[in-house]
Structure formats: structure tokens, C-alpha cells
């Protein structure tokens, strides 16, 4: 139950209980509690119970949109429950309910004249209505499209009479259907707009990692240039390593001298810095081969390091010290 409790006390929850009661609310003013009759009368102005025979197309024609609602009902049915059940979805129309005499031919006839202020200003004028509509009807027992005639003429003289108000039928959905049809419709504008600003945001993600996922390509594409570059570098100036350190060791044996490095002069200066130009690329070798995984800013510190280390192959290999081949 607490739980419940703090459901409801959400937002959501606040929102789904509102919801519902307009759902509730529109199902109830739609009818859904309504029986066959003011289902039937609340989009037509004609009723005929089972077994009854009309031609309802016709007798809805002759009807047209005057503020008039006929039922035939079953012989012997309680012709004052029929009308009243038609209340609340014939309001504002007069009502005539019919039903075939059970040991005579004609027609019973109860009206309901639902009318406004009819319990008040209107009420004389409503028991006129009530009892002046079914007059002559019973004429045509075995022709109800007749009687329905009939009936609409006595439904034009009580308003030409002023005794009905004039004016057509309107037949129009409940204001809960309103406002479920509004809200469907602004749930749909809410949720294509989403989904349509969800899609742009999705697409400029994707536009963002795309080129991204492109910077990084260049990147690791000038970083395997680089390193394809040294790599040249140091294989041209191998052999030009291999004639200097042999000069070195041949300048030891002469002197009889050896700098810190293994060699003499300007060679020994070449053989140390190409070593160590060996070295500082030999230990870049483990981090390029990584490249792939890594993200474009390690990328392009591995390019910047490898350029740098092209530069020093570069003034290696304009180093006098040792002849080119």
C-alpha cells in the first residue's frame, strides 16, 4: 500500500490517475453505461426494438435534422421506461415512443419532451408537446414509415405554434471526446516533434563521431607516414653508420685514444647519435604499433615525436663526418 502511495504521489503518477479519470469521464458521457436505446439515439433519430420492421433509412429521411426522436419498441413494452432512457442522449428533442397494441390494431404512444427548462418556464409547453405528438399515428399500424409522417407534421405545427423551440439537431461528440481527441492529437505532434529532434541529435552524434572517427584516420595515416619515413632514414644511414664506426675504430688504433662512446671525433659523434637516433625509435616502435587503439591527441604526440626524430635523421644525414656512398 505504500508503495502505491508513493506512486501516485509521483508525477507519473499524478499524471496516469488524470488520465484515467478522463477516461473515465469520456467513456460516461459517451454512453458506455447507456442500454441499447440511448445508444441507438444518440447518433439517430430513429429506433426500432428487435423484431420490429422498418425501413430506418427511410423513416430517418422523412425525419431529416428536426429536434425529433421516434422508438418503436416490442408490443407491450413499458413505453414510459424507453422514453426515459433516452434523457441524457436525446437531450434538448422531443421523444415519441411507439409500440403496437397487444388486443387491438394501432399504436400505444408515450412522449418525452426533453426540452429546455422543461421543469420549470417550459413545462406547460412540455406536456402539450408530449401529448399533442403521437396524435394520428395509430392510423398506420401496419405502415410505420407513415406514422412517422405523421408524427413530423405534428411536429411542425407544435413548432409553428412556439410550443417547440425551432432549430435543428445537432449531434456532436462530448466534450471528454474533445479533449481525448485533443490529446491525441498533441501526442502525436509532441511525439513526432521528439522523435524528430531525437533523430537530428542522433544525427548530428553521428555526423560528430564520424568526422572524429576521420581525424583519427588522417591522424594515424601521417603517423604511419612518419614512421615509414624514419625507418628509411635509418636504413640509408646504416651504412653510412658502418663506415664510420669502422673509421672510429680504425682512429683508435692510430691514436691510441677513445672518447666515451667507443669513438674519436667527428665519426665517434656520428656513431653516438645515430645510436641513440636507433634507440629513441626503437622504443617509439611499441607505442606505434599500439596507434590503433589509442585516441587522435596520443596519436598525434607519437607523430610530433617521430617528426622529431626525422629531424635529427635529417641533420645526421647532412653530417660531413662520414661520406655518402
Do not use: H
Not at 47 to 59: H, I, K, R, S, T
Not at 257 to 268: F, I, L, S
Not at 296 to 304: G, K, Y
Amino acid at each position: 500500500m505504500s508503495r502505491l502511495t508513493r506512486f501516485i504521489g509521483t508525477p507519473f503518477g499524478l499524471a496516469t490517475l488524470a488520465c484515467l479519470a478522463l477516461a473515465g469521464w469520456a467513456l460516461w458521457s459517451g454512453g458506455v453505461l447507456d442500454g441499447p436505446i440511448a445508444r441507438e439515439v444518440r447518433t439517430s433519430s430513429v429506433y426500432a426494438a428487435p423484431g420490429v420492421e422498418l425501413d430506418e433509412p427511410a423513416a430517418e429521411q422523412v425525419i431529416g435534422n428536426r429536434r425529433l426522436v421516434v422508438l418503436f419498441l416490442e408490443p407491450g413494452a413499458d413505453l414510459r421506461d424507453g422514453c426515459r432512457a433516452t434523457e441524457r442522449a436525446a437531450d434538448g428533442t422531443l421523444v415519441l415512443a411507439l409500440s403496437r397494441e397487444v388486443d387491438d390494431d394501432g399504436y400505444d404512444t408515450y412522449g418525452c419532451a426533453w426540452l429546455p427548462g422543461r421543469d420549470d418556464a417550459n413545462f406547460g409547453r412540455a406536456a402539450v408537446a408530449e401529448t399533442t405528438i403521437g396524435r394520428g399515428a395509430d392510423q398506420f399500424p401496419d405502415e410505420p414509415v407513415e406514422a412517422v409522417k405523421v408524427i413530423v407534421v405534428n411536429y411542425d405545427l407544435l413548432v409553428r405554434a412556439d410550443i417547440v423551440p425551432d432549430g435543428a439537431r445537432t449531434i456532436s461528440p462530448s466534450l471528454p471526446r474533445y479533449l481525448v481527441a485533443a490529446a491525441a492529437v498533441t501526442a502525436v505532434g509532441v511525439g513526432a516533434a521528439s522523435i524528430w529532434l531525437a533523430a537530428r541529435r542522433a544525427g548530428r552524434l553521428a555526423d560528430r563521431r564520424r568526422a572524429r572517427r576521420q581525424q583519427l584516420a588522417d591522424s594515424r595515416s601521417r603517423l604511419s607516414a612518419a614512421a615509414a619515413v624514419l625507418g628509411q632514414q635509418i636504413i640509408d644511414l646504416d651504412r653510412r653508420y658502418a663506415r664510420a664506426e669502422r673509421g672510429a675504430a680504425s682512429g683508435k688504433a692510430a691514436s691510441g685514444k677513445q672518447d666515451a662512446a667507443g669513438g674519436t671525433g667527428e665519426r665517434g659523434d656520428f656513431v653516438r647519435r645515430y645510436r641513440q637516433l636507433t634507440m629513441d625509435y626503437t622504443d617509439l616502435l611499441a607505442n606505434i604499433v599500439a596507434a590503433d587503439r589509442a585516441d587522435r591527441a596520443d596519436v598525434d604526440r607519437l607523430t610530433e615525436r617521430l617528426e622529431r626524430l626525422i629531424g635529427r635523421g635529417r641533420e645526421l644525414a647532412g653530417s660531413p663526418a662520414v661520406p655518402g656512398s
